[in-house]
């Protein structure tokens, strides 16, 4: 008896433009994708609320932002957030981007009354959610436990951001918003076109990603 152990078969393949046809179409796709994702990252859901809390490292052009939403809805008061300065420490007039955040929002107008500076202890890592953990021991030493709050954040961050705080604000059951003023150093609908927008995105993306399904409080 013989035994074959190969047979030959017919098979379509694809002609030199049908492999253009599928390139373009992938092309488009992730290009699609990738537009999206600015825009999903920066993520604006605020809620209705009381208190709103500003991440320290925002730029003066977010903090007139800043500004602008206090007055505009209201807000008893504003808390500002922040890891203490890592360097130039002797040559600095504020302890923390915290405090520096506070002073800057003072120095645009804000009733120095009306905005507090929780700086957070010096973390080198889970920074985010370190300045979260600050702010909800700061709400219940105070006795100033809200029964909601608006984070502001910026750009590609505000995602994460506002997961991990809702993540360290939950055992005092706060409810928190989002909101985040556009990065201006790059177009966030065409991130992969600047250097600053590649490095940016990506790695927003990465972190978010990491911090939603692989992320857990430290003891």
């Not at 046809?21 to 488009?28: G, H, Q």
């Not at 420490?89 to 520096?100: G, Q, T």
């Not at 600053?196 to 430290?218: S, W």
Request: with cysteine; hydrophobic share 45%.
């Amino acid at each position: 008896m013989h035994f074959r152990l190969r047979k030959k078969k017919e098979a379509w393949i694809l002609t030199i433009w049908g492999w253009i046809i599928l390139i373009v179409v992938l092309v488009m796709f992730i290009i699609g994708l990738s537009r999206g994702l600015g825009d999903y990252l920066r993520v604006n859901k605020p809620v209705e609320a009381k208190v709103l809390v500003v991440e320290g490292f925002l730029p003066d052009y977010a903090l007139l932002l800043v500004c602008k939403e206090f007055e505009e809805n209201q807000y008893d008061y504003i808390v500002t957030t922040g890891l203490p300065f890592t360097n130039g420490m002797e040559f600095c007039r504020y302890d923390s981007y915290a405090d520096l955040a506070r002073a800057t929002l003072i120095g645009m107008g804000i009733d120095s009354n009306r905005v507090f500076s929780v700086p957070s202890p010096e973390a080198f890592i889970d920074r985010t959610y370190q300045n979260a953990v600050a702010l909800g021991k700061w709400f219940e030493q105070q006795d100033k436990l809200p029964a909601a709050i608006n984070l502001f954040s910026m750009g590609a961050h505000a995602r994460r951001s506002w997961f991990l705080y809702r993540k360290a604000l939950e055992p005092y059951k706060i409810k928190v918003g989002i909101i985040a003023a556009p990065d201006l150093t790059f177009d966030q609908h065409r991130w992969w076109k600047t250097s600053k927008g590649f490095r940016t995105v990506p790695v927003e993306a990465l972190g978010y990603f990491f911090v939603r399904f692989f992320f857990h409080p430290p003891d």
